[in-house]
């Protein structure tokens, strides 16, 4: 039973982790108004999750117990997305250094902006 559990787990981890990949791979947001699933402006992460438990047993699974309210722990939080996404970035970030050859990533990181002005932004770009 617990080797069942953790291999559902891992294989949420998986397609969570690889809905993160896709639209930080476009550059889309993730999130809209709303961070519940199957509610109206609830961002594409969300909507990509809702579209693969149509046809993902895996999926389909883990949303019908958050559905049931049979876990509170899921993934699909926006505090687990930004966590998720740092990790990713910083992986990035290590192959960039460590490879020979040339990597080319459009998505480096989220960053909280405070201004918007020319100067401040060149300066949170420089600095990322």
Same mark, same amino acid.
């Given at each position: 039973?617990?080797?069942?559990?953790?291999? &559902?787990?891992?294989?949420?981890?998986? =397609?969570?982790?690889?809905?993160?990949q %896709?639209?930080a791979?476009?550059?889309?947001?993730?999130r809209?108004?709303s961070?519940?699933? %199957?509610?109206?402006n609830?961002?594409k992460?969300?909507g990509?999750?809702e579209?693969?438990?149509?046809?993902?047993?895996?999926?389909?699974? &883990?949303?019908? =117990?958050?559905?049931?309210?049979?876990?509170?722990v899921? %993934?699909?939080?926006?505090?687990i997305?930004?966590?998720?996404?740092?990790?990713?970035?910083?992986?990035?970030?290590f192959?960039? #250094?460590?490879s020979?050859? #040339?990597?080319?990533?459009y998505f480096m990181?989220?960053?909280?902006?405070?201004?918007?002005?020319g100067?401040d932004?060149?300066?949170i770009?420089?600095?990322?």
């Amino acid at each position: 039973m617990i080797d069942k559990e953790k291999a &559902h787990w891992r294989n949420v981890l998986l =397609r969570v982790l690889s809905a993160i990949q %896709y639209l930080a791979k476009n550059n889309d947001a993730f999130r809209e108004c709303s961070d519940i699933l %199957y509610e109206k402006n609830n961002g594409k992460f969300l909507g990509i999750i809702e579209m693969l438990a149509k046809f993902d047993p895996v999926i389909s699974e &883990h949303v019908r =117990r958050i559905k049931n309210n049979e876990m509170h722990v899921h %993934y699909l939080g926006h505090n687990i997305q930004n966590s998720l996404i740092s990790m990713m970035a910083q992986e990035i970030d290590f192959e960039n #250094e460590s490879s020979c050859s #040339e990597i080319k990533e459009y998505f480096m990181d989220f960053v909280h902006i405070s201004s918007i002005t020319g100067m401040d932004l060149s300066n949170i770009l420089i600095e990322k």
